[in-house]
């Protein structure tokens, strides 16, 4: 397996948790998160939001550079 192939399969699966997570996400409510009963997974609102919020920004700062990085084709041997 090239690097370029194993860059392209974390880039997939951080679009798909970064959409997950963003689905997760509630400003005043449980959100989709409260479907499966996982609203009380956290010991509290706060914890579970700022948990949230951080894994949010690290998938999408990873989604993000692998873009400009598989766009501007660094990874590609000629």
């Not at 997950?20 to 996982?38: E, F």
Request: hydrophobic letters at 55%.
């Amino acid at each position: 397996m090239k690097v370029e192939q194993l860059v392209q399969i974390v880039w997939a699966v951080s679009a798909v948790l970064l959409v997950v997570l963003v689905l997760l996400h509630s400003p005043k409510g449980d959100g989709l998160g409260g479907i499966g009963g996982q609203a009380q997974l956290f010991t509290s609102t706060k914890s579970a939001e700022k948990a949230l919020n951080r894994i949010t920004w690290v998938l999408s700062i990873t989604f993000i550079a692998l873009t400009i990085v598989l766009s501007a084709g660094w990874l590609r041997t000629s």
